[in-house]
């Protein structure tokens, strides 16, 4: 998630504990809602590290610990620089706590989406995610800047009473939030393990959810996905698409399936983001070539999605790839 969601996360969170007269600890939360991505400073060293990395180890739970532990010590003479002294007062150890619950609220949002947290390291190399909501959610982003944009407008406007009551009421939106997508992810994956889907991949919507299915042997590749609505069930029958590996078809190539072959490894080197998301392809025969555009079914932003265009030449079999952000359905258009 964004650094501004997790932010406003830990705040929400700490006004929920503390309410308006102890914002101090309200702020140190909202604070360490955003601390474990400063491992991104490591960088250059987690290469020989990993444990260093991005959604390393600052997103365990020793990891948010230790960045509590210190941060108690140095957060409240931090804010009392920049926010006055009154933003020091209080309790050591309540400060603790507020950083403890801004780093875990960092850990909970992250682990929501697709790309894993590592929840016990170092103790364990085991990483989680729950395919409950996108890593970039149009919706959630939205939510946050007018929830930044309330805040901010009645601090100083309104009585304290109407801004602790907006307050409240954008606590509750998120919590509501999360029961529907939680809920929605759990009845989701039940569908899944029954159709015999191997991964669902939540949307925009909360309520919608693509299934997605993929089948390896030796010598084939089965890739299938379907829009599942919550409350109206499937939306249409699955999309499909199978094709040999590895490639190495008789010239000239006139299958379809081989063409799918061939553009797929060039796909994959052409865009990183399709090797980390679950991804699909549509296929259009032309004048003595294949055009295949393969995209992410995760990465998508108003019916456009992140892809790879690839053309193979139906004599030689050779192949060119382009990166392109297209809408699957009108992509050769």
Known sequence: MDPFSHLLLGYLLGFGVWGPTQ?????????????PDADVAFFPISRRFPLLRHRGISHSLLGVTVIAVVGCFVVPPAMAWGLGAGFAAGSTFTFFVALEIGGLSHVFLDSL???????????????????????????????????????????????VALWAFTTWLLLGA?????????????????????????????????LVFVLFGEERTADKVRLRYVRYQLLRGFRSAPHSIAFPTPAGGALPIADPAEALALSYPAAIAASWMLGETHHFAEIRPGAGRFEVYWYSLEVNFFGRAAGVLAQVDASSGAVTAHNKWRSPATAFA
């Not at 914002?23 to 601390?35: C, D, K």
Request: aromatic fraction near 14%; proline fraction near 5%.
């Open 23 to 35: 914002l101090q600890y309200v702020v140190a939360a909202a604070i360490a809602g955003a601390l």
């Open 174 to 206: 998120v919590g509501v939030y999360f029961v529907v997508r939680i809920l929605g992810r759990w009845r989701a994956g039940i569908v899944q393990r029954r159709e015999g889907f191997t991964a669902v991949i939540p949307q925009v919507n909360p």
């Open 113 to 159: 989406d697709h790309w894993s947290v590592p929840i016990f390291a170092p103790f364990s190399r085991r990483e989680y995610h729950f395919d409950v909501d996108r890593i970039v959610n149009v919706g959630s982003m939205a939510f946050t800047v007018i929830g930044y944009a309330l805040m901010l407008y009645e601090r100083g406007r309104v009585p």
